[in-house]
Structure formats: C-alpha cells, structure tokens
C-alpha cells in the first residue's frame, strides 16, 4: 500500500522543493497551516540531495530507506535556455512501508517519470503551475486520483488534459497504470511430480498461448507425472517442465506426489486444526465422496455413516488418524475395507496432502561401498558382483533419492525396482 506520492523540483532560490504531496503534510508542513500537522513520513532536507540529485545522476530509478519507509523515485531533467540556469528537474516519488515488497511499484515511478518528461517537453505542463499555490492544480488533483486508484483498485487510467504550446490546441494524454503482484520462484520441479490445477486451466487458455502449454493441458489431471505428460504430449521434458514451472508461479497448480497404494502416508502436526475445524471436515466429507453410476452413490457400508453433505466428519478424522508409518496404503485400504465404496481413496488422500495434515513417507535405499563395487571383504571376483549390479541404478543408492524418483527416472515400476536392488549385496531401505 502507498502511504503517499509527492512531486518535487529543482527551486533555483530555495534548492530542492516538495511542490505537490499526497496525504497534505505528509512529507513537509504547510508553512502556512494552523492546524495541528502529523508527524511527516521522514524528515525531507536529510535525503533531498537522492530526491533531487545533480544532472549525472538522473534518468535513472531510485531507491532509498528510512527508518520506517521506502522511497522510490526516477528523477528527470530537462534542459533548455527557457527554464533558469538552462535545466529543469523533477521527481515524482512514492512513500512504502518499509516491508512492502516495492518490486511492482518501481515501474510506476519511471512510468511517471516517462510520461510527464514527454509532456514538459512538449507542452510545458510541469513547469507552468510553478507559481501556483502548493498542492493545488492539475499534477496535485493527478497524484491524489493516482494514490486512491492505486491502493484501492491497484490499477489507474487517468485522462490529462494538456494544453500546447504558444498558438496550439489543446491536446489528451492518458496515464494508465496495473500493479502486478510478484510471487516467490516456484519449488523446484523434479519429473516424478504430479501437477494438479487449482482452476479451469482450458478457460483462460486462447489460440495465443505457447504450443507446448497448449500440447500438455489435456494430461494435467493430478494423475501423470512431468515426465508421463512430455510422454504423452511428445513433448521434449525439458520444455514442459519449464511450462509446469510457470503454470506454478502463478499459482494455476500444484506439486504432489505419485499417488500408489504401495505407498505409505501417515498425519502432521497440523491433524490437530482438522480435528477442530468442523468446516473443514464438511469441505472434506464432500470432496472424498464416491459417486456411483449415474452421479448416486454406491451401496454405503454399516460402518461408514453419510449425510447429505458427504462424510460425516468424525468419521474421516478416525481414517486420516488411522494411517501411520510402515503400513501400505494398500493394507490400510484392507483394514478399512467399510469405506471402500464410500470414499474415493484417491480424493481422500490428495485432500490431506494438500491441506498439510497428511504427508507422504518416502522410501530411500543407501548401499555401501562394498555393495556398490559388487564384491566383500576377503573376495576375489568383485567384478562379478558388479556385473549384477545395473549401473544406471549405482548412482541412486547413496540415500538421497526417493523411489518415486528413481522409478520415473529409469521408467520402471517399484516391483522391479526391488529386483534390480536385490542384485547389490548390502543395500537398506528406510522410510521418512
């Protein structure tokens, strides 16, 4: 949020000058005020020479901090025997809390910059309210709709009025400003990741979006991995892991894992805020719900009551309790075989996952040394042993990679995955 935009200049009497400023006395004092005056954002005379610097330094963005703000500026200077001393400068600043990310708003201040140095230039719209009355006039009616556009709607279109030169019209300039958000980098994209989207990515797609994006959107479903939909796009992985990376900064989908009933996943700490959050529980109760044929649901067990709004909520908190470390979801499904027809497994793990509650246990393999030269102690023939090892897989059995990972990497599937490691002598597998 801005907390106020100011115009100064150059003064060739008085030096650097706030002329305009948005909130009134919010940068200087009114000289001529009787009312009490706030405290100004920062004092001016201590940071005027970065506001108005010397010729060198303008047409360039500045930037500076207070105590409690950020100042942001784009100081410009005109040159010309009609102005005193043959030059004119001016700056149009904005005042941000020190913690606002100010990414977005320097733009504005060298749109401002751009704008009313092309419109000084050729009109003198600046320069002709130097004898007006502070904060009043045309710039000070622009930097107050400016200020309230912008903190309120984040975006401005302004119309200005401009008046020619000596025997011209009057001419229409348009000041027209967006503020864009900025959002962290994404996580890093491995190719085991499953995108799932969080809107309709086919209605804000057009003819106009990149050929690959386009080639990947109809295999975004939450079920294939980045590297089944290059696959299935015949797409080169690289190019769509760029598309995944920037669908993900802007927040269009989000990573998950491979879902596999081979897999285990078990509760966080942050089960306790489902367990209290009965609006939770009731979003989740509908979304995990299984439809049968026809949109009805199939036959509902004894064991697994349901209302007309999905699962009853106490119900779900006992399944999602229910898993834990070192079972499969597999015989986790076994155990539970009451809500088979209930609750679509997939929907209800990835519910958990997203929301933080639930999370997936990995499982990791670490050989040794000796292991992964294929001999032991005391024993000839190590090259042998080797020989049974697959050396595309010797580079993933130092712990660091999970199996999702290596499975997707070597396109093989977990079963033949653990027949490949049982040619190793010594290799462990752990789960975290």
């Not at 102005?83 to 904005?94: D, K, M, S, T, V």
């Not at 949109?295 to 779900?316: C, D, I, M, N």
Request: include cysteine.
């Amino acid at each position: 949020m801005i907390k106020a935009i100011f115009f100064a200049k150059f003064d060739v009497n008085g030096g650097p000058r706030v002329l305009h400023q948005v909130p009134n006395d919010s940068i200087v004092p009114s000289p001529h005020s009787n009312s009490p005056q706030p405290q100004p954002l920062f004092h001016f005379p201590s940071y005027s020479s970065y506001i108005i610097p010397r010729q060198t330094f303008c047409a360039q963005p500045i930037s500076f901090c207070t105590r409690k703000h950020r100042v942001l500026g784009h100081p410009m200077c005109l040159t010309s025997p009609r102005y005193p001393r043959n030059e004119y400068i001016f700056n149009f600043c904005l005042v941000l809390p020190l913690a606002t990310d100010a990414t977005a708003y320097q733009s504005v201040a060298s749109k401002l910059a751009s704008l009313f140095h092309g419109l000084e230039a050729s009109s003198r719209f600046l320069s002709r309210e130097d004898g007006c009355p502070q904060n009043t006039g045309k710039v000070y009616a622009l930097c107050e709709m400016l200020l309230e556009d912008l903190n309120n709607y984040c975006e401005c279109m302004i119309p200005i009025v401009v008046g020619g030169e000596e025997g011209e019209g009057e001419g229409e300039e348009s000041l027209n400003i967006k503020l864009f958000p900025t959002y962290p980098p994404p996580p890093p994209v491995s190719p085991h990741h499953v995108p799932l989207s969080t809107v309709r990515l086919e209605s804000v797609t057009d003819d106009n979006w990149d050929l690959t994006m386009l080639l990947i959107l109809p295999h975004v479903n939450g079920v294939n991995s980045i590297r089944q939909i290059a696959l299935l796009a015949d797409a080169d992985y690289k190019l769509v892991r760029v598309a995944i990376e920037h669908l993900l900064y802007y927040g269009c989908v989000i990573l998950l894992d491979v879902f596999g009933f081979g897999a285990c996943y078990a509760p966080t700490a942050e089960m306790a805020g489902f367990v209290s959050d009965a609006e939770a529980q009731e979003e989740c109760g509908r979304y995990v719900l299984a439809a049968g044929e026809g949109g009805v649901l199939g036959s509902l067990s004894v064991g697994t009551r349901t209302t007309g709004r999905g699962v009853e909520g106490t119900r779900l908190v006992e399944l999602y309790c229910s898993l834990r470390q070192g079972q499969s979801l597999r015989s986790w499904c076994v155990e539970h075989m009451d809500v088979m027809g209930v609750v679509d497994i997939r929907r209800f793990i990835t519910f958990g996952v997203i929301k933080g509650f639930l999370y997936r246990v990995h499982k990791y393999v670490i050989a040794t040394s000796l292991a992964l030269e294929g001999g032991s102690d005391g024993q000839e023939g190590g090259d042998k042993g080797k020989a049974r090892g697959d050396p595309a897989l010797s580079k993933y059995l130092e712990g660091k990679h999970c199996f999702d990972k290596i499975c997707t990497d070597l396109m093989i599937s977990e079963k033949e995955l653990m027949v490949k490691l049982k040619a190793y002598n010594d290799v462990h597998i752990i789960q975290r």
